[in-house]
């Protein structure tokens, strides 16, 4: 069975720095093209960041130039480098597969069967 371990969150300054992890196991890793989702409290769960298999990125327009997303197949590893961050990162960080119906920025519809982790809460605040 899928699972996925988000980690690296944490409270921060405006404008400072983070890097999330994500450990993936159960699946076949280095096919899947891989994202980053991320849900800010009474607000829909986002797609932020996605890599294809090769290594392709695209990116939300709030966080282009901003963050950065790669893959570590031998690890079953996806991460996202967060920088110049300001409150409106502040929200629960997920990984998963992608979804290539969604527009990165978008948000997504959660389905029943999909197996989530944790996330990793980040806080941006003075």
């Known amino acids: 069975q899928v699972q996925l371990v988000e980690s690296g969150g944490g409270l921060v300054q405006p404008g400072g720095s983070l890097t999330l992890s994500c450990i993936v196991s159960?699946?076949?890793?280095?096919?899947?093209?891989m994202a980053w989702y991320r849900q800010a409290p009474g607000k829909q769960r986002v797609l932020i960041a996605s890599?294809?298999?090769?290594?392709?990125?695209t990116y939300a327009p709030s966080v282009k130039d901003r963050f950065t997303i790669s893959r570590d197949n031998a690890k079953n590893t996806v991460y996202l480098q967060m920088n110049n961050l300001s409150p409106e990162d502040t929200a629960v960080y997920y990984c998963?597969?992608?979804?290539?119906?969604?527009?990165?920025?978008?948000?997504?519809?959660?389905?029943?069967?999909?197996?989530w982790g944790q996330g990793t809460q980040v806080t941006v605040s003075s």
């Open positions: 890599i294809l298999a090769g290594g392709s990125t």
């Open positions: 159960g699946v076949d890793f280095d096919v899947y093209a």
């Open positions: 998963n597969a992608d979804d290539p119906t969604v527009v990165p920025g978008k948000s997504i519809e959660l389905k029943e069967e999909q197996i």
